[in-house]
């Protein structure tokens, strides 16, 4: 791998571990692109090449796999969750939700028990695919 390569793997993974951190804050491409100190076109492109999907969407997934997780442990409303994880209205929350998991929030949360499993086991087994 050249040195330009790692250069530019390392700085998506700047941003991506900002993603990761402040999930719930809003956070746009042009923030994001100034992280990773290139420009957000560029951000948009690459991020896309080396993380196989688009910037929101993946932001979109962090926030839903944290749903998902307090969806399970938690009995907060589904609105209260939904602010919490950073989405603005509690219906894009549920299209998202439903998009990415295949269900409602609320369909969730009846399906899901909890079971005494270590913790990585069951994340690894929710994570969504999509």
């Known amino acids: 791998m050249s040195r330009a390569a790692e250069e ?9 571990d900002a993603m990761d951190r402040a999930y719930a804050r809003p956070l746009d491409v042009p923030a994001l692109a100034r992280i990773a100190h290139v420009s957000a076109a ?15 969407r993946y932001l979109q997934r962090r926030r839903v796999e944290r749903a998902m ?21 509690p ?3 549920s299209r998202t939700f439903r998009d990415i998991v295949g269900r409602s ?14 913790t990585c086991f069951t994340m690894a087994w929710t994570r969504p695919s999509g």
């Open 69 to 89: 997780s307090l969806l399970r442990e938690t009995d907060r409303s589904v609105t209260d969750i939904c602010f919490q994880v950073g989405f603005g209205s």
């Open 91 to 93: 219906g894009t929350f």
């Open 105 to 118: 929030p609320r369909a969730y949360r009846k399906e899901a028990t909890a079971v005494n499993v270590p």
């Open 42 to 56: 560029h951000f948009t492109r690459t991020f896309r090449a080396t993380f196989g999907e688009t910037p929101h």
């Open 8 to 16: 530019t793997n390392r700085r998506m993974l700047r941003a991506r």
